[in-house]
């Protein structure tokens, strides 16, 4: 996509600052677009299956426009948040105008916080994650970056990641198992890293403690600076990361890769991932939607994800998939046709 379409869904962003200080049913303006106009939009638009040309690759991943894009969301996602505690703790906001902007901050936690957040924290830049972790921190899923790239990415459509939903599981069975799961893998993955270098668990030197002190040291100054209205940050920030735990849920609900006789599992191909075109939902993730490629190219930018062909395609884009999953019997009567096919289409190949 042009950087232009990307710089528009910054908008969202930070029009959501001047909703929220406008008032009224301002405050619910990102939540009613997100999940209203969007799936409404994308039941009609189907997206390009087009890939950039392969000359063309290097112009699109190298150009700073697309980082810029990036950086500009973490003032935005942090003045967004401090906003919203200010208004509240000096009274400016009614009680549902609360409620409305706690659902706004939620969903920006989720689309621009966590999302982009996991887009620089695969860059390999120590700005770009430093970035990542500002961003994980305004949502409160800090632990997300040692998580997601070094144990998501190495066990996903298998059992063993808490973030990959079997055939026949509800999404709110799955929240309790990957926010729960992710977290505790987050401190594993850390202990083991630690104890091949004969560290002790609780040192500086460990990831998971740094990450810690420093969202629980933006809690507490968040605290000193605008007293009980931290609390609404904290439910905005549940909201954000239960966005985040429903998409990890679509992305690779019903698909797995097959254990070979050695104990290990296949390589992780654009087969192992539901892939999605969808105009408006490209542009609001920053191109998450291509998730194929990126988990079996996790070092590509957003910028040049491309599409498979044998990659298994969602039926309409994620914010309208993501109404779906609340709906466990629909999402069923959806998926499951969908992942018969698949498996069969396949077969066949194979």
């Known amino acids: 996509m042009h950087p232009a379409i990307y710089a528009t869904t910054l908008s969202l962003l930070f029009g959501s600052s001047a909703a929220l200080l406008a008032g009224g049913w301002w405050t619910v303006a990102l939540p009613l677009f997100t999940f209203g106009a969007i799936p409404l939009g994308e039941l009609v638009l189907s997206g390009s299956t087009e890939n950039l040309a392969v000359d063309a690759e290097p112009a699109a991943r190298d150009h700073r426009i697309y980082d810029w894009l990036l950086y500009a969301v973490v003032p935005g996602q942090v003045g967004l948040v401090v906003l919203m505690m200010w208004l509240i703790s000096t009274g400016a906001l009614s009680g549902l105008e609360i409620l409305g902007a706690m659902l706004t901050v939620g969903v920006s936690c989720s689309a621009f916080g966590i999302n ?185 930018k957003y910028s040049v994800l491309r599409h498979f062909d044998n990659s298994p395609q969602l039926p309409t884009g994620y914010p309208g998939m993501i109404l779906l999953t609340l709906i466990p019997p629909l999402w069923f009567s959806v998926m499951h046709p969908h992942i018969d096919r698949e498996v069969a289409r396949l077969q066949d190949a194979a």
């Open 116 to 300: 982009v957040a996991h887009e620089l924290g695969h860059h390999r830049s120590r700005f770009d994650q430093a970035m990542s972790k500002i961003l994980l921190t305004t949502s409160l899923y800090s632990h997300f970056f040692v998580e997601h790239n070094r144990g998501h990415h190495a066990r996903v459509a298998t059992p063993e990641d808490p973030a990959s939903a079997a055939r026949g599981m509800v999404v709110y069975s799955f929240w309790f198992r990957s926010v729960i799961g992710g977290y505790r893998s987050a401190w594993a993955i850390e202990d083991h890293r630690l104890r091949k270098l004969a560290h002790p668990r609780l040192t500086w030197q460990n990831e998971m403690v740094r990450l810690t002190v420093l969202q629980l040291g933006a809690i507490g100054l968040a605290a000193l600076a605008f007293g009980p209205a931290v609390l609404a940050w904290m439910v905005s920030g549940v909201i954000g990361f239960l966005l985040l735990e429903t998409v990890n849920y679509m992305e690779h609900y019903g698909l797995s890769r097959e254990k070979k006789p050695n104990g290990r599992y296949e390589r992780t191909r654009p087969e192992h991932s539901w892939n999605s075109n969808h105009p408006l939902g490209r542009a609001l993730l920053f191109d998450l939607t291509r998730h194929s490629d990126h988990h079996a190219n996790p070092g590509r």
